[in-house]
Each structure stands twice: as C-alpha cells, then as structure tokens.
T-cell receptor, first 114, second 113 residues
Framework: GENVEQHPSTLSVQEGDSAVIKCTYSDSASNYFPWYKQELGKGPQLIIDIRSNVGEKKDQRIAVTLNKTAKHFSLHITETQPEDSAVYFCPPSHEDTGFQKLVFGTGTRLLVSP | SAVISQKPSRDICQRGTSLTIQCQVDSQVTMMFWYRQQPGQSLTLIATANQGSEATYESGFVIDKFPISRPNLTFSTLTVSNMSPEDSSIYLC??????????FGPGTRLTVT
C-alpha cells in the first residue's frame, strides 16, 4: 500500500518568512496530489492540488511542485501570516474501484509567529 | 466545491451505547466518505458510501460496528455502535466533487466515557 511521509513534522517561522513542506510517497500509481489545511476544531480544507501531468501550480501565496520520478511533492507558502498556522496534510491519491482514494500521512504543524 | 454540514458537532456518550452522525451536502454527489481522526493524529478512511449500493469498508472496519446509510445523493449517516472509550475520535465525512477533489465536513467530536 501507499506510504506517505511529511517533513518536517513541525515548522516554526516568523511572519513574512517562507515555509516549505515536503511530502514523499511510495505508490507510483498515485496521480493526484492535494494539500489540505486543518485548523484547530475544523475539518481539512483543500487549498491547492496538482495532477500528475503538471510539474508546478501556483495560487497567490501558495504553490505546489511535483517530482513524479523522485515521488515527492512540496507545498510552498510565501509571505507567511499568523492565519497560516495550522496542520497541513498531503494525501496522494490513486483510483481505487471507481474513486480517488486519499492516503493521509501524519501531517506537518506550521506555526507562524507575529 | 461543496458545503458540508455534520450533526452533532460534538457529543459525550456512555460506553455500550450507539451514536448516529449525520452528514448533509449542499449539492448532489455520487461518492461520500467517512473518516476517523484520533486527537492529534492523521485521518483514516472508514468506508465509502455510494448512493444506491452497500457501503464499502476499509480493512479494520466492519459494518456491524459502523453501519452506514446513504438514502439519497445529498445525505449519509454513520452509526458508531456499542461504543467503547477507544472510539473517542473525530468523525469526518467528505464528498468527491468534479475530478478527484474531496471536500470535508467540520467533523463530529465524540467522547466515550
């Protein structure tokens, strides 16, 4: 089965700094790579995603890059703000009997200090 | 995207009892999913609920413990049966919209005493 690892497990930055979280996976069949942000007491929120035929995608302050050969993808957040503080998950997915099955890793806790 | 609501948002239950969690989505969707997230941990898929068919359970989860209903394209329920303290978790439903995107509800925080 899929094995997902995130690094680092905890990341502390100052407001305005950049933050990078890396996700490695094992299943070469994975073809969809989303990032979720989960704030305390809330459900995960889809913030950006990338398909296997694209190497990079950007949406304002956040971007995702994908290296399928090396089986890793990364979340880049620029000009971090305290509101970016949350746990971030990167569940790569592959088709499993008609739906995309997300496989969650342990998450990365991002803390942005003012 | 999709707007998903869950009821109840939280509950405290006694061991041996059952709790039914409701999930409502604001648009018709084919695939709905139920996850469990223990405090400070990752999400684990319990089952997939496709309207008009029996739910499909992941390894380690059984229908007798987590019966699921999916009566229409906007609603599903998950029952946690014969609860024990080990069932204390956050239970989340999600839906698949468009190509691959999954959107999550706010979760139901369950404490079993």
């Amino acid at each position: 089965g899929e094995n997902v690892e995130q690094h680092p497990s905890t990341l502390s930055v100052q407001e305005g700094d950049s933050a990078v979280i890396k996700c490695t996976y094992s299943d070469s069949a994975s073809n969809y790579f989303p990032w979720y942000k989960q704030e305390l007491g809330k459900g995960p929120q889809l913030i950006i995603d990338i398909r296997s035929n694209v190497g990079e995608k950007k949406d304002q302050r956040i971007a995702v890059t994908l290296n399928k050969t090396a089986k890793h993808f990364s979340l880049h957040i620029t000009e971090t703000q305290p509101e970016d503080s949350a746990v971030y998950f990167c569940p790569p997915s592959h088709e499993d009997t008609g739906f995309q099955k997300l496989v969650f890793g342990t998450g990365t806790r991002l803390l942005v200090s003012p | 995207s999709a707007v998903i609501s869950q009821k109840p948002s939280r509950d405290i239950c006694q061991r041996g009892t059952s709790l039914t969690i409701q999930c409502q989505v604001d648009s018709q969707v084919t695939m709905m999913f139920w996850y469990r997230q223990q405090p400070g941990q990752s999400l684990t898929l319990i089952a997939t609920a496709n309207q008009g068919s029996e739910a499909t359970y992941e390894s380690g989860f059984v229908i007798d413990k987590f019966p699921i209903s999916r009566p229409n394209l906007t609603f599903s329920t998950l029952t946690v049966s014969n609860m024990s303290p080990e069932d204390s978790s956050i239970y989340l439903c999600s839906v698949e919209v468009g190509d691959y995107e999954q959107y999550f509800g706010p979760g139901t925080r369950l404490t079993v005493t």
